[in-house]
């Protein structure tokens, strides 16, 4: 998709040359930050140390080059596919091309609709309120439609190769190096932000249930991995304020004050390479911006905990509804990740699979009843 200039791209109007300036800054400051690279392991098998310093260090980590040409084919196809099945518009129940659309009949929540280059999510109450400030909204071309979707929860049940994402044993090596080797899950989405269209998501701390708890620490929310189809760059990626992760709870509406702009001074962009994979602390103050470069960004994010972040824990209703996470909850929601490993061994057959410790001894096989299992799996997402 990204080859094909098909979509009018206004600028970002009268912030034009104050955003070029700050995302030429800001992509030099991340330059300096020391924490990208490939996924390295030491001798004995573990992801190296330097990089799970660099992470907590930062608060996030560019992984380089961890999803190859063969599977980034995979994942546009189905990425088109779901693009094309989405409904013809807001409320719809069938797509462009008649057919029933691709969330028709799910319970679950999906698909987060916004006007186009607009900040659906910042100061407004929604989400517990924790995008505190609107973002600047450019004004998109005059062709664009009402509403575009800009991000799909429950994402692994729209493609396999999604799916084999999530099943990724470098991947999921890395969440138990940061999050234990009985890791949890969080939930998964995809962030579609198309050129002159995609829309903002204003800055935010993702935590809603631990900041206030005697244990709290830089880790208690857990992380997101974001896997890049097409590569992200400062105009159109996720740009974080490397340390906040360590610092609490921010004020967010004071920073933006304080620099007298929403382009925090202290913020730096997320740069990625189709088929990077960037690790971010839920923690850390993030947010990207409207999207009025020319690049698509295809973000498929999937998120980790620490188990004993969400064991007997009141969740906090955002992704789903409120509910105590007991241990059988968190079992059934972590059968996906036994599906995912193996829907993975399916297709590269020549790797060798993660053994995630909490299903240990278990047999989880993705086939067609599996594929029927998921269905709705994200009611069970485990929300912290
Ligand atoms: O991808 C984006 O633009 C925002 C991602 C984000 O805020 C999140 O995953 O919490």
């Not at 608060?59 to 693009?83: C, R, T, W």
């Not at 020319?294 to 998120?303: E, H, M, S």
């Amino acid at each position: 998709m990204n080859d094909v200039a098909t979509i009018a791209v206004p600028d970002y109007g009268t912030e034009q040359a104050a955003m070029r300036a700050y995302c030429e800054e800001g992509a030099e400051k991340a330059r300096r930050l020391g924490n990208r690279g490939p996924i390295r392991y030491t001798d004995d098998g573990r992801i190296h140390p330097d990089i799970v310093d660099a992470y907590w260090r930062c608060g996030f980590y560019v992984f380089e080059g961890v999803l190859k040409p063969d599977e980034l084919a995979d994942i546009e196809a189905d990425i088109k596919d779901i693009l094309d099945r989405l409904p013809v518009e807001k409320g719809a129940v069938v797509d462009a091309k008649g057919r029933p659309a691709l969330t028709v009949g799910l319970k679950a929540p999906t698909l987060f609709w916004s006007k186009p280059l607009g900040d659906p999510f910042g100061g407004t109450e929604l989400a517990n309120g924790r995008h505190p400030v609107k973002m600047f909204e450019p004004k998109a071309a005059d062709d664009a439609p009402k509403e575009v979707v800009y991000l799909i929860l429950g994402s692994l049940q729209f493609s396999d190769a999604v799916l084999r994402v999530y099943g990724h044993p470098d991947l999921l090596a890395v969440a138990a190096a940061i999050n234990g080797d009985d890791f949890v899950p969080f939930n998964e989405a995809l962030f579609i932000k198309e050129p002159g269209r995609g829309a903002s998501v204003a800055w935010h701390q993702d935590g809603v249930t631990h900041w206030d708890s005697p244990d709290w620490d830089e880790g208690s929310h857990g992380f997101n991995m974001m896997a890049q189809l097409y590569g992200c760059t400062p105009a159109n990626g996720v740009w974080v304020v490397p340390g906040s992760h360590k610092l609490g709870k921010a004020d967010i509406r004071a920073m933006v004050a304080a620099a007298g702009t929403e382009r925090l001074a202290d913020a730096v962009p997320i740069v990625c390479a189709p088929g990077d994979v960037a690790v971010t602390n839920r923690q850390t103050v993030h947010g990207s911006f409207a999207n009025t470069s020319k690049d698509w960004r295809v973000t498929l994010n999937q998120g980790f905990h620490r188990r004993k972040s969400v064991l007997g824990v009141a969740g906090g209703g955002l992704h789903n509804a409120p509910g105590v996470y007991d241990a059988e909850r968190i079992h059934r929601r972590a059968r996906i990740i036994g599906y995912a490993i193996d829907a993975r061994r399916q297709r590269f057959p020549q790797e060798t699979p993660y053994r995630y410790q909490p299903l240990a001894g278990e047999t989880w096989r993705w086939d067609a009843a599996a594929k029927a299992d998921i269905v709705d799996y994200n009611l069970l997402d485990l929300s912290i």
